[in-house]
């Protein structure tokens, strides 16, 4: 089978896979890159596998008028810039030792052997230079039938990498097809080492988090993520049940669906930012303020709001509602602590605003000027 894209004819990516091979080496990408032209979808990244060591690497690259920098050199990665673009060029390697969260690797010259130490078996495959597939452990069909599965026993490819356990569900929800639900013997040994997971860094976590909840749908992998025992772990107390009605009705982004589905996300490492974001949002979603007044109180994410709100008692939210956040956010409040000056001043002119605006936003906005000032003074 023939894989095709961009990515792989581009004159870069053939400039770092001929200088391997005019080496005398194999030069095939690997893993997503393969996995995802296969799959229709776009292709970020470019990986490329071969049996020439790190130091051969380099100085093939360096022979090619190309750029090598040694980002992973100790696990077999040399990045190689090409025309601005960098190219992942690994190193076969197989596991020699595993701790849960790292390896110590050696390198090989079989792909077999490089194919064998990857996660799952749609992430095990290689296409040469003019898009032939290659195939070690027949993952193919696995890729055509969209199902997720380990390579090997499940609980080996855990042990060596707890962080497998949350790439399963946020593969599946990724790339798995829906209709055949996920793979019961992967499934079975992540509820089975579900506690591994304390052993992986709070930022891991997070960032592998992220990617799953932006799927298009992850609702049915984080469901049976509650059900495993796996969820519990990575966001104590979350609630799975508004999540599916969010995604439905409006998508919604990443912190949109963590709103919604609640629980204590502290050890994600979110960002300052990110954890402001996802603290109003959540607050402002279970709070008892209007839809206006969410609006004007979040912005854009005055709509999210009012989605997760009705996510979370399981309906749809009403358009009406939807358009009452939007208006709030676009309204500008029509009263300025120079309107009330010299009046009031210092606190007290900080407290008549305040009161103003919340019978504003109780108003739905329509408070003019004069009302609003005669609040404010009152």
């Known amino acids: 089978m023939q894989v095709t894209g961009e990515w792989l004819t581009a004159a870069t990516t053939q400039a770092v896979m001929a200088m391997l091979s005019g080496g005398g080496y194999r030069a095939l990408a690997v893993g997503g890159c393969v996995r995802n032209a296969m799959l229709g979808a776009s292709v970020a990244d470019i990986d490329i596998a071969t049996d020439a060591t790190p130091d051969e690497v380099i100085a093939l690259s360096k022979a090619a008028g190309l750029k090598p920098v040694p980002t992973g050199i100790d696990h077999g990665t040399v990045t190689v810039i090409a025309d601005g673009i960098p190219h992942e060029v690994t190193t076969f390697r197989r596991d020699v030792t595993t701790d849960g969260r790292h390896a110590t690797v050696a390198f090989s010259r079989d792909v077999a052997e490089d194919a064998a130490r990857r996660d799952f078996t749609m992430n095990a495959l290689y296409a040469d230079a003019g898009g032939q597939v290659v195939d070690p452990l027949n993952g193919l069909p696995d890729l055509i039938a969209r ?118 996300a502290s050890g994600w490492r979110l960002s300052k930012a990110e954890a402001r974001a996802l603290q109003d949002l959540s607050q402002a979603a279970r709070g008892g303020e209007g839809p206006f007044a969410l609006g004007d109180m979040l912005s854009d994410r005055g709509t999210d709001a009012v989605q997760v709100r009705a996510a979370l008692i399981g309906q749809a939210a009403d358009p009406a509602a939807i358009r009452q956040a939007q208006a709030g956010a676009a309204a500008q409040f029509p009263l300025q602590a120079a309107d009330l000056m010299p009046d009031l001043s210092g606190p007290a002119l900080g407290a008549a605003l305040r009161r103003a605006r919340l019978a504003w936003r109780s108003s739905g906005g329509t408070l003019g000027f004069a009302e609003l000032r005669q609040i404010a003074l009152s």
């Open 147 to 264: 199902h997720v599965r380990f390579i090997g026993l499940p609980e080996a490819r855990i042990a060596e990498d707890y962080l497998r356990i949350l790439r399963f569900f946020r593969f599946t929800a990724w790339y798995g097809d829906p209709g055949l639900g996920l793979d019961a013997e992967g499934l079975a040994a992540c509820a089975a080492q579900a506690d591994g997971l304390d052993r992986i860094s709070a930022e891991r976590i997070g960032q592998e988090m992220r990617k799953l909840l932006s799927a298009p749908d992850p609702a049915p992998a984080v469901a049976a993520m509650a059900q495993a025992g796996v969820l519990a772990r990575v966001l104590p107390g979350a609630q799975t049940d508004g999540l599916a009605p969010l995604v439905a009705a409006t998508g919604g982004d990443w912190i949109a669906r963590l709103a919604t589905l609640g629980g204590d």
